[in-house]
């Protein structure tokens, strides 16, 4: 077969050679070590949460020296989505995994090593697959969807395995004349490898995760180039990893059962390969069963919930990393106010099983994010939030922003802030009894008091009420009211002598709470009291009484 006239038929058009590509896309120049990695989602317009851990393992293993670029994989247009580039770089940006080269947006790019968009990247695919039909490494295949069918029904009655390979693969010895009688019929075809594969033998890859993978190797004359001339996932990648000077390839461990035949093309077209780093998927406890975290199934796969629910952007990363590199919470209980940049990340003391998402870590990180924050800082976020989430807290923030700002600065910047917010979207609940269009009673009142024991109580404190109170003032009232009613003001005392008494200050102030709240649990009565006002203070006391 003189395959140098087979490439020239079929790829009249190349115009470059690979040693072109190779001066056009020169090694980085980078110092030794450092990495160059890439996220290579495609613009399917969803983002698992694996995706994002996976961007953010690229992100941390570049870390301040490092390249970390974004390559976009639309070779299936079937399942592209408009807008879905914007979309990928607002979900990285939102949790603060932005990459430093490749896509900017739909259209734009940066770097030197683009184009970034496999779809604008054709000249180059047909220049490696001529070399590679040069070589005597690839084919073309004119067999039909029926004659692809029939082999599939024979090795199914042979029980042989399934594929296009060794005797399978009709077109694979075809001579010249009968490819050419093909191509002058217009009959479409696809481009395949010819594998030189053994699956008697083993390839081995030294994953920096899974460790040592031994694989038969790979035997299947797969499809580099469709008949439209687009190129498979597969072909694209390997060509793409090279010329962009990837070091490491990080991915989701699906990708392991390519290996053999990544590792065959990379050596058919003469590149080194790159590292692997292969990423066990996110498991959820299901019924007592771990199980991966699905996209059909789980709400939270995917990155646009923790947008829409209003989880801090720093709370899904900084989780994230528990997950990553589980020394991580040591070291941030050390480092307190380092950004997490700066936590020394290694790819190799990452898990090789699955990392079990953990709901309540997540809210507790989350929560620990937003109670240092400031009430003017949580007063912005959730403002922009409810403008896009929740029209009806929106309203309400509008309605009296001061008011809003006011119940937010209790309880806040002081040694010990309260935990009660993880998310943009808890924030309504957290203050509902401020308003009175969202108030209800949610809590009892403390058991062990007779409703006249509680009129009493709310008696007594609306007459001493006075909304000028300072805090000193007020508790101190409140102190007074105990012991005419029949309770100690002090909780030691009352302790020491329970049955002596109806109950002690803090059933008291239980009582004033559950009426003007409805919950037994709130920040600072005094401020909760201030900030409701004194009509609405009053008149709920009042509708309290039994
Ligand atoms: N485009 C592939 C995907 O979205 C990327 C796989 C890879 O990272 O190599 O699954």
């Known amino acids: 077969m003189d395959n140098q006239k087979l490439a020239a038929l079929l790829f009249p058009n190349v115009t470059k050679t690979p040693d072109d590509y190779e001066n056009i896309y020169p090694p980085r120049g980078l110092a030794e070590g450092v990495k160059v990695t890439r996220f290579a989602p495609s613009p399917t317009g969803f983002m698992h949460l694996g995706n994002l851990f996976s961007a953010l393992i690229d992100k941390l293993a ?91 029904a024979r090795q199914e009655a042979e029980g042989a395995n399934p594929g296009y390979y ?63 001339g687009i190129p498979t996932y597969h072909f694209a990648h390997a060509v793409d990893d090279h010329l962009m000077r990837t070091t490491h390839v990080v991915r989701g461990d699906e990708w392991i059962a390519s290996l053999p035949l990544h590792v065959e093309l990379f050596s058919a077209l003469g590149f080194k390969p790159p590292k692997y780093v292969h990423i066990s998927p996110i498991m959820k406890l299901d019924g007592g069963n771990k199980r991966k975290l699905s996209k059909r199934k789980d709400p939270e796969a995917a990155v646009s919930y923790y947008i829409e629910k209003g989880y801090p952007a720093g709370g899904v990363a900084e989780y994230l990393m528990t997950l990553a590199n589980s020394n991580f919470e040591d070291w941030r209980r050390a480092n307190k106010d380092l950004p997490a940049d700066d936590f020394p990340f290694n790819v190799k003391k990452m898990s090789p099983s699955g990392a079990l998402f953990d709901e309540a870590k997540f809210e507790d990180i989350c929560k620990n994010i937003i109670s240092v924050m400031s009430a003017d800082e949580v007063f912005e976020k959730t403002g922009e939030w409810a403008k896009q989430y929740d029209p009806e807290l929106s309203a309400l923030i509008e309605e009296d922003p001061e008011k809003f700002r006011n119940i937010l600065s209790i309880d806040r910047d002081v040694p010990k802030p309260r935990k009660d917010i993880a998310a943009w979207s808890m924030v309504k609940d957290y203050l509902s009894y401020f308003y009175d269009s969202l108030f209800k009673i949610e809590d009892a009142m403390p058991q062990q008091l007779s409703d006249a024991d509680i009129n009493a109580v709310l008696d007594a404190y609306i007459a001493a009420y006075d909304e000028n ?78």
């Open 166 to 228: 060794g005797k399978w693969a009709v077109w694979r010895e075809k001579d010249l004349p009968a490819i050419e009688q093909a191509l002058s019929e217009g009959k479409p075809y696809v481009l395949r490898l010819r594998s030189l594969g053994d699956e008697n033998k083993k390839i081995f890859v030294n994953d920096l995760v899974k460790g040592k993978i031994e694989m038969p190797e790979n035997t299947q004359d797969i499809v580099l180039l469709k008949t439209d």
């Open 469 to 546: 109170d300072d805090k000193d003032t007020w508790f101190q009232k409140l102190k007074d009211l105990c012991e005419p009613l029949g309770f100690k003001p002090n909780v030691k005392e009352y302790k020491k002598n329970p049955e002596a008494y109806k109950g002690h200050v803090g059933d008291v102030s239980g009582v004033i709470r559950v009426a003007t709240t409805g919950r037994r649990n709130t920040p600072d009565l005094y401020y909760v009291l201030k900030y409701l006002g004194k009509d609405r203070v009053i008149a709920r006391l009042n509708a309290a009484k039994k």
């Open 62 to 152: 570049a870390g301040k020296d490092g390249v970390f670029y974004l390559r976009i994989e639309d070779t299936d247009k079937k399942r592209e989505v408009d807008g879905a580039i914007d979309a990928a770089l607002a979900g990285l940006a939102a949790f603060g995994v932005v990459p430093n080269e490749g896509m900017t947006g739909q259209e734009t790019e940066k770097g030197a090593y683009g184009p970034y968009k496999q779809s604008k990247r054709a000249d180059i695919y047909a220049c490696y697959a001529k070399k590679l039909v040069e070589e005597g490494r690839a084919y073309p295949c004119f067999c039909t969807e029926e004659e692809l069918a029939g082999i599939r």
